[in-house]
Nanobody, 130 residues
Framework: QVQLVESGGGLVQAGGSLTLSCVGS????????MAWFRQAPGKEREFERE????????????FYGDSVKGRFSIARDNAKNTVVLHMNSLKHEDAAVYYC???????????????????WGQGTQVTDSA
């Protein structure tokens, strides 16, 4: 059974930091590019899920959405089937449900399209403290 389990959500303190983790199981993790998407409050429809960051299967390439570039970083550990999102210089508008997703892709290319991803986690909540 394929699973992606996110953890690490919490309160957004402006200027603060959070780290989200996602552990995959039931599939060959190292054959998949991994990404984080988020869905902000009031944007309940799946197509409104915003690409945040992605990393190639090898970890050699990464890509970020414009709204988080320079503040967030993504990393993976294939030995532990884990991908993490380090979020720094948080803003109130970073509050959202964050989803981990897996895309079967053996090239170094990273898709930003929601439709490209095969597996999704249930999400972890990052809540605005304001």
């Amino acid at each position: 059974q394929v699973q992606l389990v996110e953890s690490g959500g919490g309160l957004v303190q402006a200027g603060g930091s959070l780290t989200l983790s996602c552990v995959g199981s039931g599939f060959n993790f190292r054959s998949y590019a991994m990404a984080w998407f988020r869905q902000a409050p009031g944007k309940e429809r799946e197509f409104e899920r915003e690409f945040v960051a992605g990393i190639s299967w090898s970890g050699g390439m990464s890509f970020y959405g414009d709204s988080v570039k320079g503040r967030f970083s993504i990393a993976r550990d294939n030995a532990k089937n884990t991908v993490v999102l380090h979020m720094n210089s948080l803003k109130h508008e970073d509050a959202a449900v964050y989803y981990c997703a897996a895309d079967y892709r053996l090239s170094q290319r990273i898709s930003t399209s929601r439709d490209a991803f095969d597996y999704w986690g249930q999400g972890t909540q990052v809540t605005d403290s304001a």
